[in-house]
């Protein structure tokens, strides 16, 4: 217990059962998450036909308040087909043979995704090619062109 001349050091927000924590500043509510247990593709034998394994997880991403706006667009740049046009995200998971460890595969790659999200890219500076790369470049058209002309003599010589 701190005493009352400390500063008070503050706890990390707590996250509620289901949310799924990106990083130290995104926390993603486990009401923004929709899970559906669906039948596995795939081989796989009886357990495939009895048991609805595989998971798809929704995720809202045009509705989510812990997404700031830039990020949102890259996010929808990445997401990519797995976009509706519902602005729901959607990640299939059927790798492995029980529900626990689909879901947690499908959790952990729309975190990845996020994650990626998180990035900014670095702004591309235009650049112009040197005078040397010039000069470089015509010599070797004007090599290739050397090459060409020597081929097309006439037919009879050579």
């Not at 470049?137 to 009879?156: F, I, V």
């Amino acid at each position: 217990m701190s005493s009352p001349n400390e500063p008070a050091t503050r706890s990390p927000t707590p996250s509620t059962p289901g949310s799924l924590r990106i990083n130290h500043q995104i926390l993603i509510p486990a009401t923004d998450l929709e899970e559906r247990f669906i039948r596995s593709p795939g081989p796989g034998g009886q357990n495939v036909n009895k048991l609805a394994t595989a998971v798809q997880l929704r995720f809202d991403a045009a509705r989510c308040l812990a997404l700031p706006e830039p990020m949102r667009e890259r996010l929808a740049r990445l997401a990519g087909r797995r976009l509706g046009s519902d602005g729901f995200i959607t990640i299939e998971a059927h790798r492995y043979r029980t529900r626990e460890r689909n879901r947690d595969d499908a959790r952990q790659r729309l975190a990845q995704l996020l994650l990626q999200a998180t990035e900014v890219p670095k702004p591309r500076h235009p650049t112009r090619p040197s005078r040397a790369a010039k000069e470089r470049r015509m010599e070797a058209k004007h090599q290739r062109a050397q090459t060409k002309q020597r081929r097309s003599g006439p037919l009879g010589e050579g």
